[in-house]
């Protein structure tokens, strides 16, 4: 049994939920997962642990800072070891910016850090305007437009792709595998 640190970025639960069906894939193989989100006042080392798994949302073009100063602040640690990443972002529900060579904030945060996951993804994340703030909602509304998604008030649209998602954590159970 591998010990897999799960470090997860959510802002409205979505990369949270790509998290725990990432973590209850590796458990089906045997594996003791650990969910830690970024925000917790203590974040786990990579040490001591057989895989880590960085999910990170997206929100207005930025991965969370939290994410960026972890990644540089363990780069050793975690080009060390198998090691995996994931941005979950509402570009990615556009061909040809949902792969991680072609998605632009993933190539983005690679480009800002020295760690080099063995494993890197990108999701499309979902669109729940009624869930956010007057002020997150004119946003978020505005870089729809602009971007040419749905901006009628009142859409709910998950985007995700749930059977990459569940390949995603086949890969990352296989690497595993081919570690023991």
């Given amino acids: 049994m591998a010990h897999v640190l799960m470090l997860c970025s959510s802002t409205d639960g979505h990369t949270r939920k790509i998290c725990e069906r990432l973590g209850t894939a590796l458990q089906r193989c045997g594996h003791a997962v650990s969910l830690a989100m970024i925000e917790q006042a203590?974040?786990?080392a990579p040490i001591g642990h057989a895989l880590v798994v960085v999910?990170?949302?997206?929100?207005?073009?930025?991965t969370d800072p939290r994410v960026i100063v972890y990644a540089r602040r363990h780069?050793?640690?975690?080009?060390?070891?198998?090691?995996?990443?994931?941005?979950?972002n509402i570009v990615a529900r556009k061909p040809g910016r949902d792969r991680p060579d072609s998605n632009p904030y993933v190539r983005k945060f690679l480009r800002s850090v020295p760690w080099r996951p063995r494993c890197t993804e990108v999701f499309a994340g979902k669109?729940?305007?009624?869930?956010?703030?007057?002020c997150d909602r004119?946003?978020?509304?505005?870089?729809?437009?602009?971007?040419g998604g749905p901006?009628?008030?009142?859409?709910?649209?998950?985007f995700t792709d749930w059977r990459r998602v569940d390949a995603f954590g086949d890969?990352?159970?296989?690497?595993?595998?081919?570690?023991?």
């Fill in 127 to 134: 669109l729940d305007y009624p869930r956010y703030g007057v």
């Fill in 151 to 158: 901006t009628a008030p009142g859409t709910v649209v998950e």
């Fill in 42 to 44: 203590v974040v786990p």
């Fill in 138 to 147: 004119l946003i978020i509304r505005f870089i729809m437009w602009l971007t």
């Fill in 55 to 62: 999910g990170a949302r997206i929100r207005y073009g930025r």
């Fill in 171 to 180: 890969a990352l159970a296989a690497a595993l595998a081919a570690k023991a």
């Fill in 75 to 88: 780069a050793d640690a975690l080009n060390a070891m198998p090691s995996a990443y994931f941005s979950v």
